[in-house]
Each structure stands twice: as structure tokens, then as C-alpha cells.
């Protein structure tokens, strides 16, 4: 009876412990999940980030596309023979 007395309180010191990982231990599934939700999903944000990145490539590519045009134009201009080709 007296070893009970002794060991009531130490189980109570160490009980907090285990309430520690039994608590981790039931919510980390759920942490593993949201964090796969997270990885698996694109926030208002990232989408935005990725679209200003599209448009500015797109404009770049325009960009060329359009200068290799007008020099193109300017060519053909000289070859006709025209004095003010822009």
C-alpha cells in the first residue's frame, strides 16, 4: 500500500508526457493530410504569381514577334524602292 502512495504521484508527473504524444500522435494524420491538401492545391496567390508570369512571357514573345515583323517590313520597303520606309 505504501509503494502505492510512492508511485501515484510519479505516474502523475509522467502522465502529461504521454498525453503529449498521444495527442501528436491522433493528430498527425490530419496535419499529414491538410499538408498534402496544401501541396495539391494552388492558393489565390500562387495563381495569380503564375498568370502575371504567363502574361508577361507572352508579351515578350509578342514583343519579338512584332520588332522581327517591322524589320521585315522595312526590308521589303527598301527593296521596292521606297525612300521613306519608317
Given at each position: ?26 493528430t498527425a494524420p490530419v496535419r499529414a ?54
Amino acid at each position: 500500500m505504501r509503494r502505492m502512495m510512492w508511485a501515484t504521484p510519479l505516474l502523475l508527473l509522467a502522465l502529461p508526457g504521454c498525453v503529449r504524444t498521444v495527442a501528436s500522435v491522433v493528430t498527425a494524420p490530419v496535419r499529414a493530410g491538410s499538408q498534402v491538401v496544401d501541396w495539391t492545391t494552388t492558393s489565390q496567390e500562387e495563381a495569380d504569381r503564375n498568370y502575371g508570369r504567363k502574361m508577361r512571357k507572352q508579351e515578350a514573345r509578342e514583343g519579338k514577334e512584332r520588332k522581327k515583323a517591322d524589320k521585315e517590313r522595312r526590308k521589303q520597303c527598301r527593296e521596292a524602292g521606297y525612300d521613306n520606309c519608317g
